[in-house]
């Protein structure tokens, strides 16, 4: 028993209940975006909660093209696929001070455990006695740290890895704007209007070895992103909310910029217009442009809930090159979702989502769209089941591409726990 004092001391201590501002991992965390504000937030010392999410998936998918690429598409069969799970550490470091770190434990592209990120989030500064900046705190939140960054309202409703509590359908978009990036980020809002103000090192590591040098293309170096927000998000009534952002993203150089292409830990459609099922193929059903070098991005986002009714739209512009490119191209994406909640404590929905991509690649103006249809169950605030059913077609890729003439349809289930 002697032995067993320091663990059982341990698993106390850090099951403590700890009041930080940091977006809960259950069902309370749907419609989260920026970090709230709480009001007689008490520290009474260092506190660590524990989080996790968990997704095991059961899909019924088939797809097919008409590409003469060797080798074709792989063939894929119903199955469940390898569960994959996030670990939260949410530390209490002083008043108003709070750490968060997230591991994934397994995902699709690494088997390993690894770290995807981590930042400081200050609420408040108690270690500077002003009375100025506490008035400025009141409204305000910085973050610091190796983080995913805040551009557009679309990625607080994405599944990531094992965390598919916030998505109600089982993928994120087509053009999956996420990443984590080193740099600084502040927040602002009040009385319903907020505006957002980052700037980061535009990659997705920390890296100071200079890159290739391409003749009229990239210089080898990278140049810092810019990013910022401004919206309005409020209640209109009881029964109604409105929240109207837009958001922009830009870098004038990059080595290897992943904007469109961060998410290391994979889509949740396996397999799909692949020709192996290899960790290395881990984003089946996306479209990355390739601006791997400048990029300027926008996207505009809409959220009308009426009580159970929700509507989520996304229209977003973006406009780059690669590294060895000197003209940039464009890539345009639409995506609405349309919901209804319901229920006695609406921990059921049905739902719709539309998602279009159109891109220059290659010389050729591709486009791919998308079809969900999505119900779920709550059936309890961390226990959650989904049942989805997908169709999506490729057109204007080349003969020799492997997404030519393709496309893909079927069912997903998942199962999905958060905590």
Excluded: C
Aim: proline letters at 2%.
């Amino acid at each position: 028993m002697k032995n067993r004092l320091p663990i059982l001391t341990l698993i106390i201590f850090m099951s403590g209940m700890i009041n930080a501002q940091i977006r809960p991992y259950d069902r309370s965390g749907i419609n989260l975006f920026e970090p709230q504000k709480k009001e007689n937030v008490i520290y009474d010392g260092f506190r660590i909660k524990l989080g996790g999410s968990f997704t095991q998936s059961f899909q019924s998918l088939s797809h097919s093209n008409t590409s003469t690429a060797d080798p074709g598409l792989v063939d894929i069969v119903p199955g469940f696929n390898t569960a994959n799970a996030n670990l939260y550490l949410d530390t209490y470091l002083a008043d108003g001070v709070t750490l968060n770190m997230t591991l994934y434990l397994s995902s699709r592209h690494h088997n390993e455990t690894w770290v995807k990120g981590g930042y400081l989030q200050l609420d408040k500064l108690p270690f500077i006695k002003s009375d100025f900046l506490d008035n400025i705190m009141n409204y305000t939140t910085i973050k610091v740290g190796h983080m995913e960054i805040n551009y557009g309202d679309a990625h607080f409703r994405r599944s990531d890895n094992g965390n598919s509590i916030y998505n109600p359908f089982v993928e994120n978009y087509i053009m999956d704007a996420f990443t984590t990036e080193i740099g600084a980020e502040i927040n602002f809002s009040y009385n319903g209007f907020l505006a957002l103000g980052a700037v980061t090192n535009g990659k997705i590591k920390g890296d100071i070895l200079k890159g290739v040098e391409y003749q009229d293309a990239s210089n080898g170096k990278s140049k810092p992103a810019f990013i910022g927000k401004l919206g309005f998000d409020k209640y209109i009534g009881d029964n109604t909310r409105l929240r109207l952002t837009g958001s922009a993203y830009y870098t004038a150089g990059s080595i290897s910029n992943t904007l469109y292409g961060g998410d290391r830990a994979g889509s949740h459609y396996y397999g799909v217009m692949d020709a192996n099922l290899a960790t290395t193929t881990f984003t089946s059903g996306r479209f990355n442009p390739g601006f791997t070098d400048k990029v300027r991005s926008l996207m505009g986002n809409l959220l009308l809930k009426y009580k159970g009714l929700e509507w989520f739209t996304t229209l977003e512009s973006s406009q780059g090159r690669s590294k060895t490119e000197t003209e940039e191209r464009k890539a345009n994406q639409f995506a609405t979702d349309l919901l209804y909640r319901f229920g006695r404590t609406d921990n059921f929905w049905l739902g719709g989502r539309y998602n279009v991509v159109k891109s220059e690649l290659s010389g050729n103006d591709i486009k791919i769209d998308r079809f969900a249809f999505s119900g779920g169950w709550f059936i309890t605030r961390n226990i959650l089941t989904k049942l989805e059913y997908v169709s999506q077609k490729y057109d204007g890729f080349p003969l020799s591409d492997l997404r030519n003439g393709g496309k893909f349809n079927g069912i997903v289930l998942e199962a999905v726990i958060g905590f």
